[in-house]
């Protein structure tokens, strides 16, 4: 599920502030005071020493009572006004990293320009050559940016590209190729090293499927402040609403959940019917002769019982509607009987113990229809107890159970395991662009690419279909090359 996540590369940035008290100075005085900031003398290890003395420069001549009042009101403006009530700071350190980096940078102080502007005016000229180019590098260039990773090459960087402008960067960041993967949302801020771009500091990133909402608010800012200074640039434009889209990226990345669709189009709820039973080896002959159940031997969790999935096949009619909002189509699990004979969606399964049966769903329509098949096929052999629903949230929320202790019983290799997943995957996704998408509008993927607004949108759905898979791969699990669509429908 989509959560925050932080990325940040090594900084030379002072970590004092975090978890400070910010309360520092005699009771009467009616301002907060900035703490002095210690720097040590060398640069550490693998670090630019032209990078690192500029830096030091920077931070000492920010850190200074002329900007006190500044400090104290981007304080207010970065992390909330409860700073200043508290008179605590209570952040991680990628936030504190990612303040000062705003503050010095992005901020327009009392004086009405930024800092690094005041530092470049009063110290600029006494710097040497080197620092001197540096700094002239970040003035132009240092701030936010709303960036895609569209290739990431192990050990050397990333290429991204500028979601509001389409600008490419080559980033040369071996930490952020060990982190990063292709098709992420970064908000960061690329920062020019003798030439080459890095990212400093800390990035918000979120995975592309949360990427609609933050692209939109991102670009109707653009169009606005285009709007208002036809004379400005992408760097000006982020400098004034860096913050905004840094706020909005928190703000996704603690939004709820997306919901999450059935192949039909009814959002997903775990769903559940207790049934008494009169007769269990009645009932077990009846479903082991139905087409619309599966046996598949003793349950997983309760090897006392037995396990039936119950297929869309004969009887079985579950209703299909458009999904209500937007959110995310689980892709449908297909089962076969045997290899070789055709396979049929899986809409749920039941679970058959002596005296009773539990008929288990992912929606509510879904749990209705098999309440109604069951009646059908098991007549007065059984007996409707009651149904509970659980939301995808309540799920979540659930603290893990340890898994149970179960009977020795034979491994099965996990070569095979993954053979067989592999094998379900192709089956899938062979016939995937040629099943109508609710996210398409009904259409097939390959209907929709024969117009530009049709392959953008797919295209974005292989996107996320690919970072889903780069995870699998990640993890060691059976996954599918999502090249191979793209080939096929000619992107």
């Not at 006004?81 to 327009?108: G, H, S």
């Not at 050397?156 to 500028?162: A, P, R």
């Not at 960041?173 to 771009?197: C, M, Y």
């Not at 045997?338 to 679970?351: E, K, M």
Request: net charge neutral; aromatic share 8%.
């Amino acid at each position: 599920m989509p959560k925050k996540h932080r990325y940040a590369r090594r900084s030379t940035l002072p970590r004092s502030l975090r978890g400070k008290d910010l309360d520092m100075i005699p009771k009467k005085a009616p301002a907060i005071k900035a703490e002095a900031v210690a720097r040590p003398k060398a640069a550490p290890p693998g670090i630019n020493p032209t990078e690192y003395s500029l830096q030091q420069k920077i931070l000492g001549f920010t850190y200074q009572e002329r900007f006190q009042r500044d400090f104290q009101r981007a304080l207010s403006l970065f992390f909330g006004p409860q700073v200043l009530q508290t008179r605590k700071l209570e952040a991680e350190e990628a936030e504190t990293i990612a303040f000062q980096l705003w503050f010095i940078n992005d901020y327009v102080t009392y004086e009405g320009q930024r800092i690094m502007e005041i530092f470049s005016q009063e110290v600029g000229a006494t710097l040497p050559p080197a620092e001197a180019q540096m700094l002239d590098d970040w003035l132009q260039g240092d701030c936010y940016r709303l960036i895609e990773v569209q290739e990431v090459h192990p050990g050397v960087g990333v290429t991204v590209q500028d979601l509001l402008n389409d600008e490419v960067l080559e980033v040369y960041d071996r930490s952020t190729s060990r982190g990063a993967q292709r098709w992420a949302v970064l908000l960061a801020r690329p920062h020019r090293v003798e030439g080459k771009w890095h990212l400093i500091g800390s990035a918000l990133l979120l995975p592309p499927d949360r990427k609609a909402g933050v692209l939109a608010f991102g670009q109707e800012l653009w169009g606005r402040y285009q709007t208002a200074h036809p004379d400005a640039d992408i760097v000006d434009f982020y400098r004034q609403h860096g913050l905004d889209l840094y706020h909005r990226l928190q703000e996704e990345s603690h939004a709820p959940l997306p919901k999450v669709f059935t192949p039909e189009g009814h959002e997903v709820v775990f769903a559940r019917a207790r049934f008494a039973v009169t007769d269990a080896q009645a009932v077990a002959d009846r479903l082991d002769a139905a087409v619309e159940f599966d046996c598949n031997g003793p349950d997983d969790d309760h090897p006392e019982a037995l396990r039936f999935t119950w297929l869309q096949r004969g009887r079985s009619q579950v209703p299909e509607a458009p999904p209500q909002g937007t959110g995310i189509v689980l892709q449908s699990t297909e089962v076969s009987r045997r290899p070789g004979q055709p396979s049929y969606r899986s809409l749920g399964g039941v679970v058959l113990w002596e005296n009773r049966l539990e008929l288990e769903c992912l929606s509510r329509e879904r749990l209705a229809a098999g309440k109604a098949l069951l009646s059908q096929i098991l007549g007065q052999l059984i007996t409707h107890r009651g149904d509970t629903f659980e939301s995808v949230k309540q799920t979540i929320a659930k603290p893990e159970k340890r898994p149970r202790a179960r009977p020795a019983q034979p491994d099965i290799p996990p070569e095979v395991v993954a053979e067989v997943l592999q094998r379900e995957m192709e089956k899938h996704y062979a016939t995937w662009p040629d099943v109508p998408l609710p996210a398409l509008g009904g259409q097939t993927a390959r209907q929709a690419v024969r117009t530009p607004a049709g392959r953008k949108q797919v295209e974005e759905i292989l996107k996320q279909m690919e970072y889903r898979a780069e995870q699998s791969r990640r993890r060691g699990e059976p996954y599918y090359d999502v090249n191979r669509l793209r080939r096929e429908l000619g992107l």
